[in-house]
């Protein structure tokens, strides 16, 4: 089944976009519904994690996944379960980490990271490594399709209804806690939030380029906004535009989706970062 | 004296093995400035976090019921390209106490906050303004004890003594006790109605006047200190 795309650019000169295995079926529909859905929510992730400079943390956070996808694997039960596991077991690990201020956060997460890329390449059967690190489109069954995105649309709502209380505690836990908020409660809720956003975009993005998804439309929206409303809408777009180009570049070429997906993510924060240039002069 | 609103008990704080603060003993009553004052590191900021419950204590911190604080940190670390602007900063601490917007006039106006600096970026805000736009945050929700965490750099002189006279036009116009920590003596006699030393551990307590003799202040910071009283210090001139 082939279907034809045209993306009219300002110069109203039709481009034509030939996707091949368009989708028909409900599951399928579904998946890419579920992939738009869980890039709005990477935006509001990445936007909210970028306030705190936690932007190392959150690149490698899915890297933490792996060894729990390998480990499911061997075992032959569905990798998502080992995944959640490992990713909120990760949670726990930085929120603790955080806690306990005196360690310098960023070199306990690049070694506790990249042992867990290292440990989990051992553990993954070679054959399943490539996907599990780059993503793949296999589609899942319906009832994981709108399980998915349930989980998803809970992760955005909780975090736009909880949205003040985050920020005051990313600017400065001492302002938030004069209010009385729990930072450290706070902080945990938005890692495991954080966390399992990050489990569902796995199966599109692999363990190795998900942290970009959720890191690289927030930079944009850095780049380009004023005001805590435009940076988490423009983050949450940005993330959007770039799966659904993404996958419309990747259907046409045949190229595998994950990269595509980042790559023109960091296309439009290579656009961003001239846009400020210009704007600047 | 009206009745206290803060009491301080035994106080003492510690990171680790490092006892930071010893033996604080003092009560505060309605309505007063009380200064902190004490040299680089003498502890004077973990006290205002230990009574904010931003730190651990032991000992006893006792704030009279109906007490609504408002804190005004040094300085406010932020990312570079946060894109947070002061009216967003505002509208968190409204948008979590579930109060009108229509507040943001009113904190501003009583902390001098010019309105057109309210949409622009904070991090692209001076340090003065930024310490306006952190009182008028400190003052939203009715607060009626205000602690004011002096910055040590980013904000002149002149313009810091125009912040203490909004701090004390503010204890004219509402029911308001002052706490603030203050690197400057004259500032001090100006303005405070006790003073507090600390050096790790409480060397003075009293009003200025009285207190502050040469000795406490010998003790307090060394010979350096007279020096420090009678000229503007280089290292508060303009940045």
Known sequence: MESVFYIIIITRVP??????????????????????????????????ALMKRMALASDAISHIALPGLGLAILLNINPLWGGLVALVLGAIIIWAIESQTKISTETVIGVVFSASLAIGSLITPSHELEEVLFGDIATPSVMEGLVGLIVTLVIGFTLLMIREKIVLSMVSQDLARTIGLKTSRINFIFLLLFSINVLLGLKFLGVLLMGALVIVPAAVAKNLATGLNADLWLSSFMAVLSVVVGFLVASATQLTLGPVIISVATIFFIISILIKLVLRR | MAEPILKVKNLNVRFGDHLVLENVNFELSRNQALAVIGPNGAGKTVLFK??????????????????????????????????????????????????????????????????KDLDKRLVNLAAGIIQRGLIALALIGDTNVLLFDEPTSGVDSPREELIYETLHELQDHKELTLMFISHDLNLVYRYATQVLCINKSMLCFGEPQKTLNTDVLTKLYGERVLYHHHHPRPDRDNH
Not at chain 1, 38 to 45: F, K
């Open chain 1, 15 to 48: 481009i034509e976009i030939t996707i091949k295995n368009m989708p028909t079926n409900l599951a399928d529909i579904l998946n890419i519904v579920l992939m738009i859905s869980v890039a709005a929510v990477s935006g509001l992730v990445g936007s909210f």
């Open chain 2, 50 to 115: 230990a009574l904010i419950g931003a730190t651990p204590f032991s000992g006893d911190i006792e704030w009279s019921d109906g007490v609504r604080f408002g804190y005004v940190p040094q300085r406010l670390d932020l990312d570079p390209q946060l894109t947070l602007t002061l009216r967003d900063l505002l509208m968190l601490k409204i948008g979590i106490l579930k109060l009108s917007p229509d507040v943001i006039d009113e904190v501003i106006s009583l902390a001098h906050v010019d309105k």
